[in-house]
């Protein structure tokens, strides 16, 4: 009986030209398919300007202010833009008439680009009351075309009651 060797090694040799080549493929590839993607949304901040050039004239239209008061239970109880109140269940859609009258959109779409709404809501209004305010505000659809009326509203941080 014959026994075989054990201690007979075969030396296994690698190629790794064709390793790299394929790492360097997927690098190109990768490399090559890489898009840069912008930020989403329409951001409409104001910068402070440069120290040494001339201040801008101040805005001439003064700021629209919207109250909106709740109950405890965050109904909405009163509705004001400046010191007009929108009363009855419709009071969104004539809040919606009064600014239409204000921008003066008759002859066709009409934006207040300068103009500024800053809704002070009350810290129990529900977000429903919020929304259909900005709604109102903001423009409407017609003939399924949307027609915008105030681009610039925000908000004040709501404080809550002790």
Known sequence: ?????SDHRD??????????DIVFQLLVFF???FKIVLPEG????????PANEAPAAPSELP???L???SNEEGVLTKLQLDSRVFEGDDRFATLHSHVR???DDSGG?????EQEVEINADFDLKYDYVMRAITALSGYLDNGQRHALIEKIRLTPPKEEP
């Open 1 to 5: 009986m014959k026994i075989r060797h």
């Open 109 to 113: 779409p009409g934006t207040a680009s």
């Open 42 to 49: 329409d951001f409409n901040i104001r910068m402070p300007l």
């Open 101 to 103: 009258g204000m921008i």
């Open 11 to 20: 030396t296994i040799d690698l190629d790794m030209t064709s390793m790299i």
């Open 31 to 33: 490399i090559m398919t």
């Open 67 to 69: 109250r909106m008061t």
């Open 63 to 65: 700021t629209w202010n």
